[in-house]
Structure formats: C-alpha cells, structure tokens
C-alpha cells in the first residue's frame, strides 16, 4: 500500500528566509505527487504536481518541488518566505489504477514570522 | 471559470439524524471524489464518481453514502450521525476518471458539527 510522510507538523521559518516542508513517500509503483495548501477555512489548492519528466517542478506563488525517486522524496521549497505563505501544507500521492484516489500526508502547518 | 461549489458551507446536526451534503463540480468536469477531514484521522478518501457510477470507495461504514447525477452534481449522505463525523467534508473534482495528469481541484468544504 502507498503512504506519504510529511516530517514536522509545524514549520517556522523568518519572512525572507528558505522554505522547506519535507514530504515522503512509499509507493510500490511510480507515482504521481502532488503539494496542495489550504487555507484558513478554504479548501485545498493546488501548489504544483510531477507525474512524468522533469523531476524539478515549478508551481505557483514561487514554489517548487524536486522528486528523487532515490530517496522517495518530493520536498517542497520556497527560497523567500512571505507572510501570506502562512498555511497548511499537504503532499498528496497518487498511483496509476487508484484512479483519482489522493493519499494524503498529515499536513505541515508553516508559520512566517516578521 | 467558476470553482467547485460545496453547499451548505457550514452544518449543525445532533447525533441520529441524517444529512445530505451538495457538490457542484467545474463546468466540463466529470469526475467528483469526496474527503472527510479531520484533526485527529487527517484526509481521508471517502468514495468517487464518474458517469453516475461509483469507481472507488474508501474504508468508511456504510453509513456514507454518495450519488452522482447526468449533470455531474454530486451529493453525499450520512445516516444516523455519530459524533466522530464532525468533520470538513471536502468535494474535488476532474475533468476525467483515471488520468492523473488532471489534477483534482477542491471545493471549500462543508464543516459539519455534529451535537
């Protein structure tokens, strides 16, 4: 069975400062990851995605995520942090025959501080 | 382009009764799954629909229950309510069933408090 593991459910980074949420995976075939943010009262939003090719992926708001399949990871990072990243971060991970069923991480709260 | 439209946003129910919760996907998308969240069990899979038929469910009881219709619009029910279904209950949708290279994209949610 697939899995995803997001180390730290809380993350507190300076305003200006590097972003790293670390994500996980285990998957007995080559999976499709993706990062999503939610925000206060708001549903989940699509940060970015990998399903094939180039291993860097950039999203929006300045955020990009490099899957290793080595490590079977998919970090996701922001090189300047602003206070309006301040939410919940979610890796999610889908494998081809589970058909639009996400498997989710527990969540990675970010904190930005002035 | 109008998101995925969840309805009612908030709900208020008191252990033993049933609800019914409203999906409206992004025009042109067929494919609707639901997620229950919560603090303590995080997001979870509860069931998807495509072509007004279930493709996939979720290791939930079946007190959860879903349906599509012609039009795409989905619903799902939960029947004598228990307190442990207090939850966000989530709605994404897709353009197609099984082709992950089309995200799904999320509605608000509906939070569901159950008394």
């Known amino acids: 069975a697939q899995s995803v593991t997001q180390l730290g459910s809380h993350v507190s980074v300076s305003e200006g400062a590097l972003v790293l949420l670390r994500c996980n995976y285990s998957?007995?075939?080559?999976?499709?990851l993706f990062w999503y943010v939610q925000y206060p009262n708001q549903g989940l939003q699509l940060l970015l995605k990998?399903?094939?090719?180039?291993?860097l992926v950039k999203g929006i708001n300045g955020f990009e995520a490099e899957f290793k399949k080595s490590e079977t990871s998919f970090h996701l990072t922001k090189p300047s942090a602003h206070m309006s990243d301040a939410a919940e971060y979610f890796c999610?991970?889908?494998?081809?025959?589970?058909?639009?069923?996400?498997?989710f991480g527990t969540g990675t709260r970010l904190q930005v501080t002035l | 382009k109008a998101g995925v439209t969840q309805t009612p946003r908030y709900l208020i129910k008191t252990r033993g009764q049933q609800v019914t919760l409203s999906c409206s996907p992004i025009s042109g998308h067929r494919s609707v799954s639901w997620y229950q969240q919560t603090p303590g069990q995080g997001l979870q899979f509860l069931f998807e629909?495509?072509?007004?038929?279930?493709?996939n469910k979720g290791n939930f009881p079946g007190r959860f229950s879903g349906r599509q219709f012609s039009n795409s619009r989905s619903e799902m029910n939960v029947s004598t309510l228990e307190l442990g279904d207090s939850a966000l209950y989530l709605c994404?949708?897709?353009?197609?069933?099984?082709?992950?290279?089309?995200?799904?994209?999320f509605g608000d949610g509906t939070r569901l408090s159950i008394l």
């Open positions: 994404a949708s897709s353009l197609v069933w099984g082709y992950s290279n089309q995200p799904q994209h």
């Open positions: 999610a991970l889908e494998t081809w025959g589970t058909a639009s069923k996400l498997t």
């Open positions: 990998y399903t094939t090719g180039a291993t």
């Open positions: 998957s007995s075939v080559p999976p499709y």
């Open positions: 629909y495509f072509s007004e038929t279930q493709r």
